[in-house]
């Protein structure tokens, strides 16, 4: 069986093209550690937002982004020349200052935001695309203004993460977002090993010179049938979405040159079958042999396995 693919073409807006980051605007200000104890938002005047932008498809924009990036103070940006490439697309003119805020720079210049907002100002975070502080710039801003109590509120829009999952085709009402996986194979080994029981859709990011590994992993941790689909160029001229078993989209991948920004969602794990009590008696006495008491190691292993903890009980004791 072939996957199924489908393209979509991008009829509204540019592509937003990638770039390298810039510095723009002054340079650190003074640290701020977090306070002490829980603190109330909405401590000044200021206020941070964290505003959604396109994730391909400039026609995607919303326009309270639009009145956002026109109006604010301070536009912090995670790559500034992607910033000004996306409002040349919309026909507007950042007002304010315009500052490079990343992952480089994120430690050397969370205090000196965070000072402006205090004093008033209105400091909107952008990324280069979707919502910042989602496997982008904007957690540690985020947890400065929380700690200091100033207002942090969000202008939602386009998200990478949701757009997948609603095209994969795979069960929506439960997921989880595990972003990048671990470049080493062991490291990326054990994190998908604590994966191996999850019930809920997985949804994950990956860079194309790395999906043929990835995908690899994911077919011998999860079983070659698991449902899966890789999200290709999501919103832009170009956009794939491959839906197959795991076999199938390792077998796509490595017959052919993938690029662009990648999102790969994969089914949970199938409930599994209860089986007998009896079945589960050595799994009582390994956590018995490690220290835990009779009545606890049953209670995990029922609960885990799904049967009876009264039955359990008895087939342990009559197995001794």
Known sequence: ??????????????????????EDGAGPGPGEGPGAGPVPQ??????????????????????????LLTTADIVAAEDTRRLHRLVQNLGVTVAGRIISYHEHNEAAKTGELLDQV??????????????PSVSDPGFRLVEGAVAAGLTVTAAPGPSAVLTALALSGLPTDRFCFEGFLPRKAGERS??????????????????PHRLEPMLRALRERFGADRRAAVCRELTKTYEEV??????????????????????????????????KPEDHVADVNALIAQGIRLKEAVAAVADDAKVSKRELYSAVLAAR
Do not use: Q
Not at 1 to 22: E, I, R
């Open 1 to 22: 069986m072939d996957p199924k693919l489908s393209t979509s073409p991008n009829l509204s807006g540019d592509n937003l093209g990638a770039a390298d980051d810039v």
């Open 242 to 275: 491959i839906r197959g078993t795991l076999r199938e989209l390792l077998e796509w991948a490595e017959s052919n040159e993938v690029r662009g920004e990648i999102a790969v969602v994969v089914g949970g794990a199938p409930e599994r079958e209860p089986g």
């Open 118 to 131: 205090r004093g008033g100002k209105t400091l909107v975070m952008v990324t280069d695309a979707g919502m």
């Open 190 to 207: 054990s994190r998908l090993a604590d994966l191996d029981a999850e019930r809920r859709t997985m949804i994950f990011f990956e860079a």
């Open 42 to 67: 909405g401590g000044g005047p200021g206020r941070i937002v964290l505003a959604a932008t396109p994730i391909g498809n400039a026609g995607d924009a919303t326009y309270r982004l639009i009145e």
